[in-house]
């Protein structure tokens, strides 16, 4: 197995995006601009998300987002202290922006065939307090959406889809990120498409959509539908630095957006790209009887066609996750957590004093049991995966 690596991110990087890259800068014009509103336009039109603003990353989306949810000019303001059921499988940036808006997370379990939100969990967790679903698409694979969004009509929740890991996904046809409220979507290196660093938040009203444009650039009135009528009602100030909101500085560039927008362009390529990856591996992994009996492959849910970010993997219970995972690493084959394992067992919730009721048993079970392996959007040959298999039959 000598001078074999199995990446969990390849470079992502083509010529022809680095081109779009090179443009820019040989313009000098480098900040937010023209080709950032033209992929935040594409995005929106291809996703079907009505208002989707480019941001730094996806962290920056998810923290806007529970910003918006909190402001002052939002009618459906919430209030310190209200409630947000979060899956205990997350990611730390789906869990602080709710933290540091002075919301109340309230953690639920998961589905252990699909590492999602366990919805019969999600209900009981609801109470009077309970304003907002957190959702986590766990690497590209979903819950089912007709009965979460049953569950939020009926509680009259609102519902914000932290879709960074599942770009591409569609549920029964429709795209992961369009059923909520707000949606967010992360283009770091590692995902389905990159920007270098850079997100998306998006929403389906306008009135949202102005806060997080003030939001995301200091709380200008700058670029806002109701620019001039602010500046009418504050004379006195310089119209052009008028501050009519809280605010941050998160925006995206024209060079990651350029990048962004020259993979999307190719989306749809890369999805089907790593799908067949993945059933090959997948279907190499089953034929040899050591490999299959002692590794699970979490498969999509059912009505998902999946746009798979990596291969999430469940040990045997007979096995030692760690020990197998060592074993890996040391032949070649890089992994990680399946995005943190169970957040609960991370060390900021005991110094932040986060509480939670009931035991986390399924993602005890992957915090224990899992790990996943990268996916590559360049075909892989069979002597490769073939290596690959080896490797798994060797770690045993």
Same mark, same amino acid.
């Given at each position: ?85 979060? %899956? ?8 602080? %922006? ?248 991370? %060390? ?49």
């Amino acid at each position: 197995m000598q001078n074999y690596f199995y990446p969990l991110v390849e470079n992502p990087y083509r010529y022809k995006d680095l081109k779009k890259a090179k443009k820019i800068l040989d313009s000098g014009k480098l900040t937010s601009g023209p080709v950032t509103e033209k992929f935040q336009n594409s995005f929106s039109k291809v996703m079907n998300t009505k208002y989707s603003l480019m941001v730094n990353s996806g962290s920056s989306a998810n923290l806007l987002a529970f910003q918006c949810l909190i402001n002052p000019y939002r009618k459906r303001r919430l209030k310190k202290n209200d409630e947000i059921l979060i %899956p205990a499988l997350c990611w730390s940036t789906s869990l602080w %922006p709710i933290v540091q808006s002075g919301l109340k997370p309230k953690f639920v379990d998961i589905d252990i065939d699909t590492l999602n939100i366990n919805l019969k969990d999600l209900e009981k967790k609801i109470s009077t307090k309970t304003k907002a679903i957190m959702l986590v698409h766990v690497l590209g694979n979903c819950t089912n959406m007709d009965e979460l969004m049953k569950i939020k009509q009926k509680n009259n929740l609102i519902l914000i889809e932290d879709t960074c890991e599942s770009l591409g996904t569609k549920y029964k046809k429709k795209n992961l990120g369009t059923f909520g409220e707000f949606s967010t979507f992360s283009f770091y290196t590692s995902h389905q498409i990159s920007s270098g660093e850079g997100g998306m938040v998006c929403c389906k009203n306008v009135e949202d959509a102005e806060i997080l444009r003030s939001l995301r650039a200091h709380g200008w009135s700058r670029g806002l539908k109701g620019e001039k009528k602010i500046a009418k009602l504050n004379k006195s100030l310089d119209s052009r630095f008028i501050f009519y909101n809280s605010g941050f500085n998160v925006r995206g560039t024209d060079v990651s957006a350029s990048i962004g927008l020259s993979q999307f362009q190719d989306l749809n390529l890369f999805v089907k790209s790593r799908l067949r990856n993945r059933n090959n591996i997948v279907k190499e992994m089953h034929k040899n009887k050591k490999v299959k009996t002692n590794f699970q492959i979490i498969k999509e849910n059912t009505y998902v066609n999946p746009s798979w970010f990596g291969i999430p993997i469940l040990v045997s219970k007979k096995l030692n996750r760690n020990k197998i995972v060592n074993k890996l690493e040391k032949w070649g084959v890089e992994t990680r957590p399946i995005i943190s394992g169970n957040f609960l067992k991370q %060390p900021a919730i005991k110094k932040y004093n986060i509480k939670t009721k009931g035991k986390m048993k399924n993602a005890d079970y992957v915090n224990k049991y899992g790990f996943f392996i990268g996916l590559k959007t360049t075909h892989m040959k069979n002597d490769e995966i073939t290596k690959l298999i080896k490797i798994f039959e060797k770690s045993i």
